[in-house]
């Protein structure tokens, strides 16, 4: 049964402190999409990769938050420093785009919750 | 700008209730429209994709519906289980393809 899978589950930290989320695509799947959900803000798109190249990452704040793909299996989200308005829950996504530029199914991660003090 | 809203922000329904969720939408090329289920402490479970206005999609108790401008989630006889919130979201052509999600309906069905 595939899967998309992230970790942590949780993390707490205290403000100033660096935070990696880690987060395996589906095998096969060629696009990877970082989203942050918040209660006030809903689902935001943060950054994404298509065939481990970035795309977009103009939904981030350029001066704390990177996302990387440094192989396949492996996308991480760093957060340097961190800060308590970063708290929310990231979710990871993966899915296969065939037709170029059309996106159908995305497979959402079961995400982070990231409380930061 | 591009925008997604939905309405009601949450309804409450007697099990076996019909009606429907609305998504409407302001793009200037849409790609596609993505209707997801999400429960409590779970990521976004994939529904449907709706491409072009006329379009309609059925999976049990759901049924998706697109215009140019909006787009219908109908829930037909619901049941408990049903119970969760309902993200719509589209791909916006003139927006690098981004993808822009709503903020939700919050439905929940009474036994």
């Known amino acids: 049964d595939a899967r998309v899978t992230q970790t942590p589950r949780h993390k707490v930290t205290e403000m100033g402190q660096e935070v990696t989320m880690r987060c395996q695509p589906i095998?096969?799947?060629?696009?990877v999409f970082w989203y942050r959900q918040t209660m006030m803000q809903g689902l935001e798109l943060l950054a994404y990769?298509?065939?481990?190249?970035?795309?977009?990452d103009s939904g981030m704040p350029k001066d704390r938050f990177s996302a990387e793909m440094p192989d396949a299996t492996l996308a991480t989200l760093k957060i340097q420093p961190s800060e308590p308005r970063d708290s929310a829950v990231y979710f990871c996504?993966?899915?296969?785009?065939?037709?170029?530029?059309?996106?159908?199914?995305?497979?959402f991660g079961p995400g982070t919750r990231l409380t930061v003090l | 700008e591009d925008q997604v809203t939905q309405s009601p922000e949450a309804l409450r329904l007697q099990e076996g209730e019909s009606s429907s969720l609305n998504c409407s939408y302001t793009?200037?090329?849409?790609?596609?429209l993505f209707w997801y289920r999400q429960d409590p402490g779970k990521g976004p479970e994939f529904l449907f994709t709706l491409y072009s206005a006329g379009e309609e999609k059925e999976k049990e108790r759901l049924k998706a519906t697109l215009t140019k401008k909006e787009s219908f989630l109908h829930i037909t006889a619901p049941k408990p289980e049903d119970s969760a919130t309902y993200l719509c979201a589209v791909q916006a052509r003139n927006r690098d393809d981004k993808i822009i999600f709503g903020k939700g309906t919050r439905l929940h069905i009474l036994p």
């Open positions: 996504a993966s899915g296969l785009v065939i037709v170029q530029k059309y996106y159908n199914e995305q497979f």
């Open positions: 990769f298509r065939n481990r190249a970035p795309l977009d």
């Open positions: 095998l096969g799947h060629n696009t």
């Open positions: 793009v200037s090329g849409l790609r596609g």
